[in-house]
């Protein structure tokens, strides 16, 4: 089978799940105790202004008939309408997504750009003090709450020193005129990069942390596998074991704990963004809640399932283009 | 006889481990001339492996190799010598690690690892892997060095090579894969290939074509071989001489038809003992009794007088270093009894055939007037040393 | 793998399982003295049982005095950890430092918050929430994980590809996600984080259960057992489960720390305990509105959280080293 064809059997067996996704937030969106009307109208609205919203809604419908409503809509994409905003779910998705990838993306970013160096130097001199100091620094990585870094960072870099700003983000691609302060498209990238420096390590320290530990370990395997030997007495330089023999086979692991870091990423995402006070889907589904506006607690809560089984589609492919011994599935 | 291809002398590799230090070769000396397979044989934890590592200079930490010469085609592999301080450090003619890297390790010294399921790189293609050796360490192109490697695969037996060139290791069956790494030692044009037990991980059937391959390859290219095995029958196959290690030591070393028709020492009876013999009918075959002890804390005097069948006394107290001994001193008392030969290396003529064992006259220690000694081979009885009875008087 | 990975499961580099990995060769080493002994032998491990221990005790000595004594003991020797205090002294910055509110006093040794309490008396109050969140999540998740991934691996067959669909499904929404929609529709109250955190933990469990349960299976003594006429519900709960001790006590320890991340976070958006309760996240949400005054505050519960977590994770690596003999430094 090919890659692409692997892709594409990936996906579809990633249908059901969505599906699962749906019926799960579905189930705890109908549990939400209190009436969405009553938020709208008031305590004491008059009967025929209920019914109409009920109507409206089809909140008059017993609950497995507005399930298969719902289901075909997502499958048309109708996520529903916002009570909140009074806009369709999928326009405050698409206007709120692209801020919470750019986001998630540098996380990534920063987290494997650190990592992959620090765990390789750290499997390389293992027990030496750069390995220490990387298995420390690691440590204190997957222990440390995300939004605490994010308080502590704002305290330091955006009161205490003033360098970066405390709250916000610009979007790379925005708009000059609606950014402030920003009179060109490079304004606007410094700006977004800017924006983005203390939001992106404290989201993304956790995933460095464990990318760095999975790297020692899997360099340490791999530093003693038998083709690293054989490399070694055939006179293949430390380097280049290092730089190409070990490495690439240590990869394998790391993108699986990548794919599987994306899920707490996601939900640090909510909690980033609200230290950082971004408009993102995170602060979106808080919003939701707060508001038990039902269709669109559904909607962001289903998208964030939707993110995260693309990023696993993503990493598996990713696995299987570098594992040549990924068999596509086919048995 | 001319120079040795490959020299060892008293190679002594160590472990240091937390529970102490690993003397995992110790002491061992032996020859590879030009185009001559030599057997390296013994129970697993014998010294084998660290010895050939030893040789390319690739033991790993915590091991270190801490004293001996290794020399091939007239250079230093390994040497040492008295620092100012006293202390031994290497020696002036020792090669440096790059030179070990750059000139040694697959252009002149080659390696067959024992298992091929995990020799070959799981990610990279088995043609891309040969080719990269090969590249290495000749003098070849990119391109030159793809066409060598297809040869060279098709050489050792590999059908469709330009095909199978492209496909990864796991693709290929074990004896294939196998043959990759045969085909990957030979393609860089070594002097010596190391095998290190390069078919136990394969079943008997692949095992033989693997054998049959190998002589015929290096009939054709005059290669030597060290084949390190614990495996007698592949000795008897494909060897023209043998050394026998117990615990780091070489106690018999012998072409490889006196070490089967000759046998010396008891161990290298034992070992032969435990396998069937086509040229031989025995009754049954009689494993070696107990297990070998651990190489951080050998037993006194002969390492083996613990499992020995003939173990006396003396055999706890005396260590005996491998020398040449009289023909049929022991097994055959009316034979002429030739003055033992003290010093094993007389390079003129016939190599000999050493031998590390105190029952021989040689070593003149009072074994025969030892009392006989209780051991794991003789299970409380002494009949082990009745049956071989009749040694020579004084 | 959340979404049934079943395509590479034939590839050996799954080191990214964390302590399921190479679960199979622990067998002989399980016993639970000697693995103790292998714990006590590590330095840093050691630290872990320190840090967990000491945690532990604090923590239970708050639940003693929180629900026995009602704060009796925080008041004869520290300060109400709750209430309001009568002399207000707000947001007072730690012994030793100054900041606009005034002058850092011995007896509120780390500064008081918002509303003059006593920081260090609500830190060390605090434990008992993280504490009682951290075991009964990873109870939840342990029981539920065990139960589905033991059933799930020993029938194989459609039971195994329900249970395990859903489960995976569960997986499939970021954690924290679901958490908050859980405790939306069912109450936003400690329990419900309790067992949303649970929940979540569920899948992790269950993986690592399952995988060892198809392993073991096929073992001569399990096959013994069955020739013998033991029945199933037996041989899973006498011979699977506590064959399997190994890797979970390593899992369960990790998870303690996670599930206090977890719960910490949601306190910090609002769901878990709810005021006047002293718990580490909820401190930190609060100092959030302080950060430029009093940014000491906001140091605190973190490090608090920070050296618990760092405990458990210690711990689990050390327990993990202890078990696996492959993995050492």
Redesign the interface.
Known sequence: MSLLRYSAWRVT??L??LV??I???FF??????GDPVEIMLGPTPAQEQVEAIQAKYGLDRPAHERFITYLTGVATGDLGTSIYYDRPVLEMIILRLPVTLVLMLSAFAFAIITAIPLGVISAKR??EPADHVSRIVS??G???????IG??L??VFA??LGWFPARGLVLPWADPADVRGAATRFEVLRQAAHHLFLPMIALGTLQMAQITR?ER??M??SLQ???V?????????ESTIVRK?AF??AQ???I??V??G???????A??TE??FEIQGMGRL??TA?NN?DYEL?MG??FM??V???VG??IT?IA??Y????????DE | MTEPLLSVENLKTQFFTEDGTVRAVDGISFDVHEGEIVGLVGESGAGKSVATSSI?R?VESPGEVVDGEITFKGETLFGLEEGPDGEPQPSEEMLSEEE???D????EI??I?Q?PM????????VGGQLR??IE??RDLSTKEAEQEAIDMLREVGIPDPENRYDE?P?QFSGGMRQRV?IA?ALA?QPDLIIADEPTTALDVTVEGQILELVEELQEKYGTAFIWVTHDMSVVAEICDRVNVMYLGEIIEQADVDDLFYDTKHPYTQALLDSMPRPDETVEELNPIKGVMPEAINPPSGCRFHSRCPEAREVCTRVHPEPRTVAEGAVADADAPTEAAVADAATDDGERPHTVACVKYDAFDVGYDSSEPLETEATGGFSAGLTDTGGEADD | ????????D??P?????GPDEGAGEVEARVGMRYTLAQVKRDTTARIGIYIVGFITAVALFASIDYYILDYAIAEAILYDPESDPDTVRRLLPPFGMENQFGQGVLEHPLGTDHRGRDIFTRLLYGTRVAMTVGFMATTIGLVGGTLIGAVSGYYGGWIDDVLQ??T???????????V???M???GRDLRFAMIGVGITAIPVFNRLIRSRVVSIREEDYIEAARAAGVKDRNIILRHIIPNSFAPVLVQATLQV?VSI??V??LS??GFGAQPPTPSW?QM?SV??GY??PA?TF??W??LA??IT??GF??LGDGLQDALDPR?N?
């Open positions: 067996q990633a059901p799940v699962g996704i019926a799960i937030t705890l969106a109908n549990q939400i105790p293992r027990n440590l204190i997957v222990s440390t709450p995300s939004f605490w308080l502590v704002i305290i009161f205490h999975i370990s899997s340490v395997d596998g038998e083709y030997k054989l490399a070694r007495a055939y006179g293949v330089p023999h690439q086979v394998l692991p790391v699986t704990i794919g599987l994306l899920s707490t990423a996601l939900g640090g909510v909690l609200t230290v589904i808080i809640i038990q607690i962001t809560t964030f399932g993110a995260y089984v696993v589609i598996d696995y299987a570098l594992d040549p011994r990924v068999t596509y599935g | 390319l690739l070990m890297r750059d040694i390790r697959g252009n080659a390696i690892f298992d995990e020799s070959l790189n799981p990610v990279f293609t990269e050796f290495l360490n990864y796991h790494l990957m860089c | 793998m959340a979404l049934g990975n079943t395509d590479t034939d590839v580099a799954e080191g990214a399982d669909r859903a995976e499904t569960v997986y499939a929404i970021p954690f924290l996600v679901l908050i929609a859980f939306t529709a069912f720390g991340l977890i910490a976070g910090f958006l996240g930190l100092s959030r950060m430029l940014p906001s140091v519960p973190g959280i920070l977590v760092v994770n210690i993995i430094n």
